[in-house]
């Protein structure tokens, strides 16, 4: 009775992983064969143990391949044939036909005092198939992006010219409007006869120096989200704020950790409109205080004085479009420019005990500095 | 031992030189492109300075590597290393693909580590060859990342002891693609090699 090759019996083991699995000698022949080779190639172990592997692969014997195992029989290292440059080295197919992408790895490895290659055949086509999907949508996604980009640009563009055009009509309305109201006002002192006619010239001259409000508002709102937001320093944004500021009397105590918040460039107006309305319109003001407290959701920073605060029924509205007054840069605009990175900022103080303005920072949009 | 005289240098960069020129043979011939070899530079240094990011060995936050272990008469890590764009445009070249910014996905990375593969069995079938030792090999692994994170270098409690590392640049000069061929050996093993060496001229 033939007795079993040791060889074979000793890598029988190797049925049991679902990879292909060869076993070669030194000089090519099959010495072991696993059940998933058989079952991709259709090539039962009985069929091609014993048989040269080159001579039933030919594609093996090109110098590029073979030369490498060789090196692996010299003593060399391991040999990897990856699925990009030898997708099919061994054909196996798939249930459907196709041919499975391998990848295969040789391994040397010491028997009975000889060389022999352990042969590791892996079938990737799922994460070649994955790869592709992957590549695609990839392609799909730099398209995207680069039209976003062009988009952007154009916007950007436009935008320009549309502030350029603002600017100079703007320019020329105020030219104009300042010229009508001269005469307006001349007309004005020259009537004294007619108490009707002198109420006219009045209500024109009102109704002049609105529009010239209203002209001055879209100079400063023309600028608000036209550059992008940046990490800015939250002590020093303050303190440059203010600095153009009268606060003869007034004690400021800018009580804040070493902070940054990411905001639109005009931050710096937003400090500077909260303490001129305090001097403008705080009366009894002697103290200004900025701090900072922190919750889950985010920071709030904290703006407070001492003077006559604001009344119930205006706390809201200070921050409409209506409240502003061209002798600053009003709530309504401060609030727009928080507004673009998410921040927010409401009125909480007690009427006659001070204003105390609280704007929220969410999470993301602060940073401690190291 | 910090010192390594002239000669054993000499003879250490020779045996290199002639394993990186084989290399650099297959390299060739798998891009059709000519490949510029610099003369190896050979070092002794403290094992820890190779991962150290104040010596910036390699100042690039990461690299591509294909790293094989050996041991024998000597031991150590031989490793093809790469900036990841000269990694990617190698392979871009090698499979004929065409694409704007290539990143390293799977399929590439498989493709990666079989050039590696093929570029550290030349060098160290040469320098077996030439020596006519022995050597046992790891399982040649990728690795993506900052120098200091390479697991085969990271993991080895030796940060103190010396090292000899032979480091060869290639440039494939038409395509401005480079990496690094690296010989790291442990010290222990040196003196075996330097008899090796000898034994080699002698025959």
Redesign the interface.
Known sequence: MEQPDPVNVTFRIFDLIPNGVIVLSPDYTVCFWNTSMAEWTGIKPEQVEGMNLLEKYPTLKDPSVLT?IT?LF????????????HPHLIPCTLPNGSLRTQ?I?L??MNYAGEIYALVFVED?SD??GQ?KA??DM?KIA?KQLEEIKKAQNSIYVANKKLNLLNSITRHDIMNKLTVLIGYLELSREREQKDPVVAQYLDNEIDAAEAIKDHIQFTRFYQDIGVKSAIWQDLPDTIRTAIMSLDLNGIILTIDLPDIEIFADPLLQKVFYNLVENSIRHGETITMIRFSTTEGETGLTIIYEDNGVGVPFEVKEKIFKREFFKHTGFGLFLTREILAITHLSIYEKGVPGQGARFEIIVPTGMFRFKE | MKDIDAATIDAIAEIVNIGVGKAAGQLNQMTGSHIRLQIPSINLIPFGEITSSEKNIYPENVLSAVL?G?KGSFSGITAVVFPPESAAAL?ML??GEKE??P?L????I??L??VG??I??AV??SI??VLSE??T?S??NYYEGPISEVPELRDKHVKDEWVLMARTNFLIESLNIEGDILLILEIGSLENLVMSIQRAYSR
Do not use: C
């Open positions: 490498r090196q010299d003593g060399g290292p391991a040999v990897l044939f990856s699925p990009l440059f990848k790895s391994i040397p990737v994460l070649t790869v992957y590549r990839k730099e | 094989l050996f392979v090698l499979t704007e910014n990143d996905d799977p399929m590439r498989e493709a580590k079989e593969n093929i550290i069995n160290m079938g077996a060859n022995h050597l090999y399982i040649p």
